[in-house]
């Protein structure tokens, strides 16, 4: 990290080109394993919601979620996306709309509409989620199920055992984990800090044409200073009253925009969006470099592949704090909730914002202007009455999402450095918030200049994620073996075992007509040990049986 900084600060342009040149050869030699995992994620957790495994409890057998479900489920998506969904709600749809992906339809037309809101469900609905559930799955369970401390390395116990998971293996595990988070956070900070400028500019604080990346770095440090004074606060009841506080006024501009914008389109949009999404998951989903030449290769480095690596390198900080929450669910209420609800707010949250910029670009207006995705939703706002209160709105909404997400993330860094430490250190929080906003930084200026600073922010987001994709496919494998030995397996296991053995020795000594019951094994009882077949009514078997608190279970065969 101080290596990056240091290049940084001394050299940006051959930092720039050194991580162009690194994404160019990734994305061509390493593209296709992002494409097969985030989508590899999204059947996993399927299957593990619908196998026998679904009903294993995070917790103790019998224990009790520990938030009420509204309380869960309002905790977990404020902590997901709540910056992205602010800078790509009008941008993603609105430029794909315009420029849809390389090989699919025309550009501003009506089946670029479908295109444009399947493709911006597809980055922002299952397959972040995905991402997120499988990995805070894996923590709850090792965490909550088998009593292991909090850390990504914990989950790996099964895999390398307790002395590895503790030695340099998992700390070598956890601080992929970590810098997978300082680059997710970096990167957030950079997208809202752009987000911030273009606001200030469109409320007219700012002279467009003097705005610099001095303006950004300036930006930068004030975001920084205030999410690291929340991180070691202590405050958690002040940062709580905010993110509810932005959960209300996203609902509000949400709702403001619905009622004065394209009402009818947007409403069109919801199952239009949905039924599109749902009939090109396939295509959508294996689309790599394989075909399209360097346009498709472009194109994913831009969007797709970028949004995979951004969602894993999010996904320690998001996948701790949703396992913390979740202690009492079980496996099938867990992937259910962490799927579903936030990928349903999406959908509606695209077709508000991403169907008033259409609409708007449709009707004349270009808000499409030149591309630059952080200003166009102020673009819109400008077509829409209230502009300065909308656009203050925005930039108050960014701003927070990002502070009420730093400071947690800044807090799960020290952790992952002091070995899981409920409790880090303060000077420790404070080092990996100020990380945060050099490496923000750093993104944002080796973009090669102002006006691309976000290609810097997916280059280097790129190149943090990769180790840390691949932590997550070994994450699946230590969760299945853990999970193949766990009690409520093994006795399905073995009841089944013993039920089968049991109807045989039925049906061969009493040809169909028989009863089963549970009684205490013997010591030097057969290997089945504990059932039974008999002919009779349960109460013929004999009075020596009584007292012995034998379990009856009746039925024909």
């Given at each position: 990290?101080?290596?990056?900084?240091g290049?940084?600060?001394?050299?940006?342009?051959?930092?720039?080109?050194?991580?162009?040149?690194?994404?160019?050869?990734?994305?061509l030699?390493?593209?296709?394993?992002?494409?097969?995992?985030?989508?590899?994620?999204?059947?996993?957790?399927?299957?593990?919601?619908?196998?026998?495994?679904?009903?294993?409890?995070?917790?103790?057998?019998?224990?009790?979620?520990?938030?009420?479900?509204?309380?869960?489920?309002?905790?977990?998506?404020?902590?997901?996306?709540?910056?992205?969904?602010?800078?790509?709600?009008?941008?993603?749809?609105?430029?794909?709309?315009?420029?849809?992906?390389?090989?699919?339809?025309?550009?501003?037309?009506?089946?670029?509409?479908?295109?444009?809101?399947?493709?911006?469900?597809?980055?922002?609905?299952?397959?972040?989620?995905?991402?997120?559930?499988?990995?805070?799955?894996?923590?709850?369970?090792?965490?909550?199920?088998?009593?292991?401390?909090?850390?990504?390395?914990?989950?790996?116990?099964?895999?390398?055992?307790?002395?590895?998971?503790?030695?340099?293996?998992?700390?070598?595990?956890?601080?992929?984990?970590?810098?997978?988070?300082?680059?997710g956070?970096?990167?957030?900070?950079?997208?809202?800090?752009?987000?911030?400028?273009?606001?200030?500019?469109?409320?007219?604080?700012?002279?467009?044409?003097?705005?610099?990346?001095?303006?950004?770095?300036?930006?930068?440090?004030?975001?920084?200073?205030?999410?690291?004074?929340?991180?070691?606060?202590?405050?958690?009841?002040?940062?709580?009253?905010?993110?509810?506080?932005?959960?209300?006024?996203?609902?509000?501009?949400?709702?403001?925009?619905?009622?004065?914008?394209?009402?009818?389109?947007?409403?069109?949009?919801?199952?239009?969006?949905?039924?599109?999404?749902?009939?090109?998951?396939?295509?959508?989903?294996?689309?790599?470099?394989?075909?399209g030449?360097?346009?498709?290769?472009?194109?994913?480095?831009?969007?797709?592949?970028?949004?995979?690596?951004?969602?894993?390198?999010?996904?320690?900080?998001?996948?701790?704090?949703?396992?913390?929450?979740?202690?009492g669910?079980?496996?099938?209420?867990?992937?259910?909730?962490?799927?579903?609800?936030?990928?349903?707010?999406?959908?509606?949250w695209?077709?508000?914002?991403?169907?008033?910029?259409?609409?708007?670009?449709?009707?004349?207006?270009?808000?499409?202007?030149?591309?630059?995705?952080?200003?166009?939703?102020?673009?819109?706002?400008?077509?829409l009455?209230l502009?300065?209160?909308?656009?203050v709105?925005?930039?108050?909404?960014?701003?927070?999402?990002?502070?009420?997400?730093?400071?947690?993330?800044?807090?799960?860094?020290?952790?992952?450095?002091?070995?899981?430490?409920?409790?880090?250190?303060?000077?420790?929080?404070?080092f990996?918030?100020?990380?945060?906003?050099?490496?923000?930084?750093?993104?944002?200026?080796?973009?090669?200049?102002?006006?691309?600073?976000?290609?810097?922010?997916?280059?280097?987001?790129?190149?943090?994620?990769?180790?840390?994709?691949?932590?997550?496919?070994?994450?699946?494998?230590?969760?299945?073996?853990?999970?193949?030995?766990?009690?409520?397996?093994?006795?399905?296991?073995?009841?089944?075992?013993?039920?089968?053995?049991?109807?045989?020795?039925?049906?061969?000594?009493?040809?169909?007509?028989?009863?089963?019951?549970?009684?205490?094994?013997?010591p030097?009882?057969?290997?089945?040990?504990?059932?039974?077949?008999?002919?009779?009514?349960?109460?013929?078997l004999?009075?020596?049986?009584?007292?012995?608190?034998?379990?009856?279970?009746?039925?024909?065969?």
């Open positions: 990290m101080f290596v990056l900084v290049w940084g600060v001394a050299s940006t342009e051959t930092l720039s080109s050194v991580s162009k040149a690194a994404l160019d050869w990734l994305i030699n390493t593209g296709w394993g992002f494409v097969l995992a985030a989508t590899g994620f999204v059947f996993f957790a399927l299957f593990l919601a619908f196998s026998k495994y679904g009903r294993i409890p995070l917790g103790n057998d019998g224990e009790k979620p520990e938030f009420r479900t509204v309380s869960w489920i309002a905790m977990m998506f404020s902590a997901g996306m709540g910056i992205g969904l602010m800078f790509f709600g009008v941008s993603e749809p609105l430029s794909h709309f315009v420029s849809p992906p390389p090989g699919t339809v025309p550009g501003e037309t009506d089946e670029a509409i479908r295109t444009a809101m399947a493709t911006s469900l597809f980055h922002w609905t299952l397959h972040p989620w995905a991402i997120y559930a499988v990995a805070g799955l894996a923590i709850a369970y090792s965490s909550f199920r088998r009593g292991r401390s909090q850390l990504i390395s914990s989950v790996f116990r099964p895999l390398i055992g307790k002395r590895n998971a503790e030695g340099p293996i998992g700390r070598l595990i956890d601080i992929l984990a970590l810098f997978a988070t300082l680059f956070s970096a990167a957030s900070l950079g997208i809202g800090t752009l987000q911030i400028r273009s606001g200030m500019e469109a409320a007219g604080w700012l002279d467009p044409d003097s705005a610099s990346t001095t303006v950004l770095v300036l930006i930068i440090a004030v975001l920084t200073v205030c999410f690291i004074a929340s991180a070691v606060s202590g405050v958690a009841k002040g940062i709580q009253w905010l993110s509810n506080i932005n959960m209300v006024l996203a609902a509000v501009l949400a709702i403001f925009v619905f009622v004065v914008g394209p009402t009818i389109l947007i409403l069109n949009l919801l199952p239009t969006s949905l039924g599109t999404y749902l009939s090109d998951f396939g295509e959508m989903a294996s689309r790599s470099g394989a075909t030449g360097d346009p498709m290769h472009e194109w994913l480095a831009g969007w797709t592949v970028f949004y995979w690596a951004w969602w894993i390198s999010w996904t320690p900080f998001v996948a701790m704090f949703i396992a913390r929450i979740s202690r669910r079980t496996i099938r209420q867990f992937i259910s909730g962490v799927l579903l609800v936030p990928s349903a707010v999406s959908l509606v695209f077709a508000i914002f991403g169907g008033a910029g259409i609409d708007s670009q449709q009707a004349g207006n270009n808000v499409y202007g030149d591309g630059t995705p952080e200003a166009q939703t102020f673009a819109v706002l400008e077509h009455p502009t300065l209160v909308t656009s709105i925005v930039m108050i909404l960014v701003a927070i999402f990002f502070v009420s997400g730093a400071d947690a993330a800044s807090v799960v860094m020290g952790t992952l450095s002091q070995r899981g430490s409920i409790e880090p250190s303060k000077w420790v929080v404070i990996w918030g100020a990380a945060t906003g050099a490496v923000a930084a750093i993104m944002l200026v080796v973009g090669g200049g102002e006006d691309e600073a976000l290609s810097g922010i997916q280059n280097l987001t790129f190149i943090g994620a990769l180790p840390f994709a691949v932590i997550m496919v070994l994450m699946c494998v230590a969760l299945m073996k853990d999970l193949r030995s766990d009690d409520i397996t093994l006795r399905d296991a073995k009841g089944a075992e013993v039920l089968e053995q049991a109807v045989i020795i039925g049906e061969e000594e009493h040809e169909g007509e028989f009863q089963l019951v549970t009684t205490p094994a013997e030097n009882g057969d290997e089945n040990g504990s059932a039974s077949s008999g002919s009779g009514d349960p109460d013929d004999g009075d020596e049986d009584e007292g012995k608190g034998r379990t009856e279970e009746a039925g024909k065969a």
